[in-house]
């Protein structure tokens, strides 16, 4: 990660007239013997930086602390930190480094780049089964802005059954479901949210987001997402699961299942959730060897018929 310390000890220099081996080592969370052999390291690899030595000495930038070693456009300060939002798909150390850089961006990109680090969440599960993907996201980029920039947006919206509206909404966040890209919003209405490849006009107003002094963004994708789920999937078995079993059945059913505590016997409580009972069976059939469905009675009496008809064919 040495090449992430360098470019964070740039923007310092930029940031700052001087800086001392001991702010760098604070800052980037580093000895302070490291810090110096990365000023040294700047220096011999011909950055123009140089050190003053003696009392209230340390190190500064040729020509002044304001030159734009960066290069960053305010736009592309956004996109980098992008990846350090709690979701992204970025590695950790990667998300660290970023979060360190933040801290020495020149001051009229620090705002807009910390907010962008918190306006996306990334959910790879896909709702349902269908292979169809979703029709590009025109106004993604727009979208946004609108959330980085706390702006409200004109939004013009066709809904699954055809119907279209327009209103006026208060951008929170956006989110990656799988293939498709959501909107996160507050309208009159309550908070939203709107399929961003139905969206058919974005303009914003320019008047600001009324923006909750409590919004997470993850926290509030996930009381969302669950919702949804529990509307795709209103069928509910219990069951009780061999320990050597809870990682198949994570694997199969993703979100769709709750692992709860173990029996007196060592197994696990497990709660799976589906279309319907019999749907559930039929998942679960071929699974008798780590799990024992305990109710609803119907899930348990497609599970015999399914057995039976097992029995019949292959006996």
């Not at 939004?155 to 498709?180: E, M, N, W």
């Not at 994708?221 to 529990?230: L, N």
Request: charge should be neutral.
């Amino acid at each position: 990660m040495r090449a992430d310390r360098l470019m964070a000890i740039l923007f310092l220099l930029q940031q700052r007239e001087q800086v001392t081996a001991a702010e760098v080592a604070r800052e980037l969370e580093v000895s302070e013997r490291t810090a110096r052999r990365d000023l040294d390291a700047l220096a011999i690899a011909g950055v123009p930086v140089y050190s003053v030595q003696g009392r209230g000495g340390g190190w500064r930038l040729v020509g002044g602390a304001r030159t734009d070693l960066s290069g960053l456009t305010a736009g592309e300060a956004r996109a980098l930190f992008l990846v350090a939002g709690p979701a992204a798909a970025a590695t950790p150390a990667a998300k660290a480094a970023l979060r360190k850089l933040v801290r020495a961006l020149p001051e009229p990109f620090r705002e807009q780049a910390e907010a962008a680090a918190s306006s996306l969440v990334m959910d790879p599960q896909r709702w349902g089964s269908s292979p169809v993907e979703p029709r590009p996201s025109r106004f993604l980029d727009d979208l946004q802005d609108a959330v980085i920039r706390g702006v409200q947006v004109r939004l013009g919206y066709v809904d699954g059954q055809g119907a279209r509206t327009v209103r006026t909404v208060h951008p929170l966040g956006i989110v990656a479901k799988g293939p498709s890209w959501y909107l996160v919003a507050t309208t009159e209405a309550g908070r939203r949210t709107f399929r961003i490849d139905r969206v058919s006009s974005a303009e914003p107003t320019g008047d600001p987001v009324h923006r909750p002094e409590d919004f997470d963004l993850a926290g509030s994708w996930r009381e969302i997402a669950d919702e949804v789920d529990r509307r795709l999937t209103p069928a509910e078995l219990h069951a009780v699961c061999a320990p050597d079993g809870t990682g198949l059945l994570r694997a199969m059913l993703g979100g769709r299942l709750e692992v709860g505590g173990s029996t007196t016997d060592g197994r696990v409580e497990v709660v799976i959730r589906g279309h319907n009972e019999y749907a559930l069976a039929c998942e679960l059939a071929g699974l008798i060897e780590w799990i024992e469905v305990t109710g609803p009675p119907g899930v348990r009496d497609h599970l015999a018929s399914i057995g039976a008809a097992l029995a019949r064919r292959y006996a």
